[in-house]
């Protein structure tokens, strides 16, 4: 199947976006992989695929949002892929709105077109119950930290063990972050892998290593599930944010500083969203054959 496919990045995370809003390409998740390779597809942290909302769907929602990993998996919540489809729907002239409404399986966001070119989205409110991250708690004891807690995870074998203090919560996915002295030393790449897969995170996990610069600027390093390492991580920014303000350590409002750029991301609080500004970049169109891959 020959499929038209737009390359886009946020903060460099990137994504392969695809439209369906005017018909379905059902495709399977050996080629939502397929799509993601960066050796045999087109190469990508995420596929984002753009539809029509849902039936049943909230009034005035403009469109609905569905989001692989690059290993074919379906996931809840893409922060810089939201930033991507407000200016993929504004480019695609699928709307003239500067503010869209958009239905995903973690709930409704608003992405809002800026006049600076960047992009604000509303992400709606942090998930602290751990069994809504999801989070199996059984037999461990909250850490009491700032004004929150944290959770002591033993990670590892014998050899390489370590015990990490997580800050644990949901974006509408799932996400656990730690506090690093210094992010280009700290373990991403041994840790990452262990804290995804960590038995406690039966729908696995994204991991966080947030280096607090000033009370209002952190540094950022993400190893997301099902994609390792990103350039950056939208709902990482946020749930590390909120993380921080909860253990007393950061302002209301924080320059988030990744490896592919910078994310601002604020929130007032309890019972509040969290809004994050970034880029969103439209890198080329292309065409490419999709293999039968069932
Ligand atoms: N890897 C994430 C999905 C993509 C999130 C990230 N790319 C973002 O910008 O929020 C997960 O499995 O929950």
């Not at 397929?34 to 753009?50: E, N, P, Y």
């Not at 699928?94 to 070119?117: F, Y």
């Not at 790449?189 to 406690?200: L, S």
């Amino acid at each position: 199947m020959r499929i038209r496919f737009t390359k886009m990045q946020g903060a460099g995370n990137d994504f392969v976006v695809l439209d369906e809003t005017r018909g379905m390409l059902g495709l399977t998740a050996a080629q939502y992989r397929f799509l993601a390779d960066r050796h045999f597809g087109v190469g990508a942290d995420q596929i984002l695929t753009v539809r029509p909302p849902s039936q049943g769907a909230a009034e005035g929602v403009d469109f609905q949002y569905v989001i692989h990993n690059a290993d074919g998996g379906e996931v809840e919540q893409c922060g810089n892929g939201a930033r991507c489809f407000m200016r993929f729907v504004r480019e695609h002239h699928l709307t003239d709105k500067d503010t869209v409404r958009v239905e995903t399986l973690a709930g409704i966001i608003e992405p809002r077109m800026s006049e600076d070119g960047r992009v604000t989205v509303d992400m709606g409110p942090p998930i602290f119950e751990p069994a809504r991250v999801p989070f199996d708690t059984a037999g461990l004891d909250p850490q009491p930290d700032g004004s929150w807690h944290t959770w002591h995870l033993a990670l590892g074998t014998h050899a390489d063990s370590a015990i990490v203090s997580l800050a644990v919560l949901s974006m509408g996915n799932p996400h656990a972050v730690q506090v690093v002295d210094n992010v280009d030393t700290a373990p991403v790449a041994r840790q990452g892998p262990q804290i995804e897969h960590h038995p406690r995170f039966p729908q696995r996990v994204n991991a966080g290593f947030m280096q607090v610069v000033d009370r209002t600027h952190v540094k950022l390093r993400v190893f997301e599930r099902g994609a390792g390492e990103t350039l950056a991580c939208g709902t990482g920014a946020c749930a590390a944010v909120v993380a921080g303000i909860r253990l007393g350590l950061l302002e209301r409002r924080v320059d988030v500083q990744t490896h592919g750029g910078v994310l601002t991301i604020g929130w007032e609080g309890e019972g509040h969203p969290v809004l994050m500004t970034g880029p969103a970049t439209t890198v080329f169109e292309g065409d490419i054959e999709v293999p039968e891959l069932p």
